[in-house]
């Protein structure tokens, strides 16, 4: 039964610094298979699911290429580290009481490095898995997918997130966001597209946490969901 409050946290570009990684991977892939597409127009669709980034960047379906994207991000993922203080922020969340859940479409070796470089799997309750999801973000399977898997109150619930389409699935699930700056999208876009709040980094988040929204989430988040 949904009855716990709860963060559902983005991993890629939130706890981890990888978007920078997937840019690089997207654009050789194309490659691999005769497309091309400039690496900026990558950046800005990265955190959306493939299903959804191929077709906006190259204007059709190449399903080679998406093959070809876990192929050349295996062979970058060992430049991945977690952002600072991101097993920490996971634990703080936990020992308040709130369930952690990472809410990631990411295929299970990719998640497996990920856990792996936070150090935190104690302090997470719940993941989702790429199996979870049919329609990726901005859709709000993945988060409803996180709500079912930690067991989460939606009305006491909130995502952190790094990207506008993190925040566009939030507020599609009926939920508020946390905008952090690190996949690469600035103050004023998360705040625009309707981030409830936005820091720098976890780190950021992490030290002002018993004064953010975060902070009163066992009151009810009902009220960050609506200010998005």
Known sequence: MASRPGVLFDVDGTLVDTNYLHTLAWARAFHDVGEWAPMNAIHRLVGMGGDQLVPRVLGHENEEASRRRSVRYGELVRDAVAFPKAGDLLRAVHAS????????????????????????????DAVTRKDDVEHTKPEPDLFEAALRAGGVDRARALVVGDSVWDVQAARAAGLGCIGVETGGFSHHELREAGAVAVYADVAELLEG?????????????GQWAAAG
Do not use: F, H, Q
């Open 97 to 124: 009481g709130l369930a952690v859940v990472l809410a990631t479409s990411a295929p299970d070796e990719e998640l497996a490095v990920a856990r792996n470089l936070i150090g935190a799997d104690e302090a997470v």
């Open 209 to 221: 946490l018993d004064e953010s929204p975060l902070g009163a989430l066992d009151g009810g988040a």
